[in-house]
């Protein structure tokens, strides 16, 4: 096997000096597909390799803990791709004989052999072997046409194909078969970056997957025509949006014997004069301006120090726009204020419009409501809020966006 190997090794290696630019297309796809082809070969040798030594125990005879600790200081790899390669091992190990074949032979990849393996096995339990003999056929068949996320579609009602005596039952039991893969394979990975960022990573089940699309979806859109956010980035934004709902909201458990909350420590003439950062209670650091922003929000408390580390005032929640003061502003501003923005109430910070820090009342003349982007984007831009005559908030563009800077207002909520 070690010669084979080092031959093909041998063999892949000199294709990086094969002159592609001079190829034809015909002759490029074809290596294409050759290629493809090799990489199911391989991939299917080294799930060989892997169940193998699972099953011999090799990695925990040289000190490791698992198989998947020791793929991952052997190859160098993550640790969920070394936990996956054991996993699609023991899929492969325990698949029919025709699925093994097919990967072998380079006519499925290794994602379809998991969907092909998991369907033959409700097959196989529903209707019988000789079933599930025709439904690995069928599916062999099918993976030359669809990946694995439409296999494993089609593969929901393969019994209409193989067993259509027993398909409508069967297919109850596939959607539990589904349902319990889902609660199973549910996770999410919160990894702490240096710099005190988050990098989540995860899989959710169907019914978390339909409630987190519920609540993102409708904070995703572009904010309006100057809003240069990627989708990734309002992806971000929703997501913070979402966890400062359930902040305001007041109904998380308790933690530590406090309520939930976020408290950021700056001293007083930082926050005053724009210097320097505050610190999350989390370790992490923030920009003096992020700390002007949070602190309008009643759901973040900051922890003001003086000079020698003497605690001032943690949140004044009595200087905060909470309770009927709040449900005030509601009433007037009915959502965010900000001129074309639909966001609603209960989406919303209250903003100061004189900074508490520079001696502004907490009273509703000194107050609008801000979803969560608007309310960054008035605390790094020139756009200046004020109330109008009739009491309402109005915003007075920078001169760049219109030389008049004419005041303007929002009308969506005027509509309702």
């Not at 199911?40 to 030594?53: D, I, M, N, S």
């Not at 359930?246 to 408290?263: F, K, N």
């Not at 449900?327 to 910070?349: H, N, Q, T, Y």
Request: charged letters at 25%; one cysteine or more.
């Amino acid at each position: 096997m070690i010669d084979a190997l080092e031959l093909a090794e041998t063999a892949v290696a000199a294709c990086f000096d094969a002159a592609t630019w001079a190829a034809t297309e015909h002759d490029l796809v074809a290596a294409l597909d050759a290629t493809h082809r090799l990489e199911q070969r391989l991939a299917a040798v080294k799930l060989t390799l892997v169940r193998e030594l699972d099953g011999r125990g090799t990695a925990t005879a040289q000190g490791a803990s698992s198989t998947a600790v020791w793929l991952r200081d052997r190859l160098r790899l993550g640790v969920g791709a070394a936990r996956r390669l054991v996993e699609l091992a023991a899929v492969l190990d325990a698949a029919p004989a025709g699925v093994r074949d097919a990967l072998t032979d380079g006519l499925v990849n290794v994602e379809q052999v998991r969907v092909i393996a998991e369907t033959v096995g409700t097959v196989h339990t529903v209707a019988g072997a000789q079933a599930a003999d025709k439904a690995v056929g069928v599916l062999v068949d099918w993976a030359a046409q669809f990946d694995a996320t439409l296999l494993r579609k089609l593969g929901s009602r393969i019994l209409d194909h193989v067993a259509p005596e027993v398909a409508d039952a069967a297919a109850q039991v596939a959607l539990q078969a589904e349902e319990s893969r889902a609660v199973r394979d549910r996770h999410v990975t919160v990894s702490e970056q240096p710099d005190g960022r988050l990098r989540l990573t995860g899989t959710l089940d169907t019914e978390a997957a339909a409630l987190l699309r519920a609540v993102i979806d409708p904070l995703t859109a572009p904010a309006g025509p100057d809003d240069t956010r990627t989708p990734g980035q309002r992806r971000h934004d929703a997501l913070a949006d979402v966890c400062r709902l359930a902040l305001r909201a007041g109904e998380l458990p308790e933690h530590g014997g406090d309520t939930t909350q976020l408290v950021v420590t700056t001293s007083y003439d930082v926050l005053r004069q724009h210097l320097d950062a505050g610190t999350l209670d989390t370790g992490g650091h923030l920009i003096p301006e992020a700390v002007r922003r949070l602190a309008c929000d009643a759901s973040i408390l900051p922890a003001i120090l003086g000079g020698t580390g003497q605690v001032l005032d943690v949140g004044r929640q009595r200087r905060l726009i909470t309770g009927p003061l709040r449900r005030a502003l509601v009433l007037r501003d009915r959502g965010c204020a900000f001129p074309g923005c639909d966001r609603p109430p209960r989406w919303c910070d209250a903003h100061h419009l004189l900074h508490w820090t520079d001696g502004g009342p907490t009273s509703l003349d000194n107050a609008v409501l801000l979803c969560g982007h608007h309310h960054r984007h008035i605390h790094h831009s020139d756009w200046v809020v004020q109330l109008g005559g009739d009491g309402r908030p109005e915003f007075r563009p920078p001169a760049w966006l219109d030389p008049d800077q004419l005041p303007r207002r929002n009308h969506y909520h005027r509509r309702r």
